[in-house]
């Protein structure tokens, strides 16, 4: 579905204005029109992010005023909960993590909600998640795959020693990377590990998941 420049517009215009009412309304009406999770999140809470850090980066607004939109598409997600949480359930689950001193977490939620919504257990550890408490994560919950989360290219550096340190504990655990950290290099990392894997959205984490699910059916798995 694709979402009207004139509702993007008041869309982005409710939050730096922070009517918070009326991005909680236009959130409701694209979803009462069947809008996919993928589209909303992709078309209007990703994109009006995205514009929110480039008027932020050229100052055009304030770091207030940044804080104040994100926490209004923060609070819009669970809007599409009962949709997310009504798939049939695989068994197969996955650990999303933003690591240490990895502040921004949107983009972590919506992965793992797009897990939820093909099935998988979905378990979110949130922003700057300190990494001895990941590790103890990923031996309580046994997940089929973890995701990091990275947009501070400045984490990037930090990326191959938490790699490391995950693998040397668990050495068949396949690791999806995303987030925007990437766009500023640090891909090559995946030719260095086996079973790292870079997604640089959730429509990238779509075709994963279903060739991923195909796989398993073809193999007599799960
Ligand atoms: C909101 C925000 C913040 C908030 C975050 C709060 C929160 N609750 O999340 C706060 C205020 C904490 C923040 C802080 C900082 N920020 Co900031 N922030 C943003 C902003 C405006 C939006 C982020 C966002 O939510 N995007 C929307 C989500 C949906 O997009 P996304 O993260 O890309 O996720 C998608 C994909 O990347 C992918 N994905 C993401 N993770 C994963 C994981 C897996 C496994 C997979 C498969 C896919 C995947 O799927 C998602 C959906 O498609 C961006 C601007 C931008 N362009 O995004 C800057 C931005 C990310 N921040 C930036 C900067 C510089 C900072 C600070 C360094 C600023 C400062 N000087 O303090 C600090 C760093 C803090 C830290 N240590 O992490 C820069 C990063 C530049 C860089 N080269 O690193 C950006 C790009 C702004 C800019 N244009 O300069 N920020």
Same mark, same amino acid.
């Given at each position: 579905? @694709?979402?009207? !420049? ?38 209007? $809470? ?9 008027? %932020? ?5 304030? /770091? ?12 819009? &997600? ?8 009504? =798939?049939?359930? @695989?068994?197969?689950?996955? /650990? ?18 797009? $897990?939820?919504?093909?099935? %998988? ?7 700057? @998640? !300190?990494? !001895?408490? &990941? ?14 989360? /990275?947009?501070?290219?400045? @984490? ?22 995303? +987030?925007?950290?990437?766009? %500023? +290099? ?13 997604? !640089? ?12 699910? =195909? ?8």
């Amino acid at each position: 579905m @694709t979402i009207s !420049p004139e509702t993007y517009r008041r869309f982005i215009d409710s939050l730096l204005s922070g009517d918070r009412a009326a991005a909680r309304e236009i959130t409701i009406e694209l979803l009462q029109a069947e809008i996919s999770v993928r589209d909303l999140y992709l078309d209007l $809470f990703q994109r009006s992010m995205y514009e929110v850090g480039s008027l %932020w980066e050229q100052n055009r607004i304030s /770091v207030a005023v940044e804080h104040m939109a994100t926490s209004i598409v923060e609070s819009l &997600l669970p809007l599409v909960y009962p949709k997310i949480f009504g =798939a049939e359930h @695989t068994g197969k689950r996955a /650990v999303i993590s933003c690591v240490a001193n990895e502040f921004h977490q949107i983009g972590g939620k919506m992965v793992a909600d797009i $897990f939820e919504l093909n099935g %998988w257990d979905g378990y979110f550890t949130g922003a700057n @998640t !300190p990494l !001895p408490d &990941l590790k103890a994560m990923i031996a309580d919950k046994k997940p089929d795959l973890l995701g990091l989360s /990275v947009s501070n290219a400045a @984490t990037i550096a930090k990326l191959h020693a938490i790699v490391e340190d995950i693998r040397s504990e668990f050495p068949a655990l396949h690791v999806l990377l995303g +987030g925007q950290a990437f766009l %500023w +290099g640090g891909t090559e990392i995946i030719e260095r590990y086996e079973g790292l894997i870079y997604l !640089p959205s959730i429509t990238e984490l779509e075709s994963f998941l279903a060739e991923y699910g =195909a796989h398993e059916a073809e193999a007599g798995i799960g």
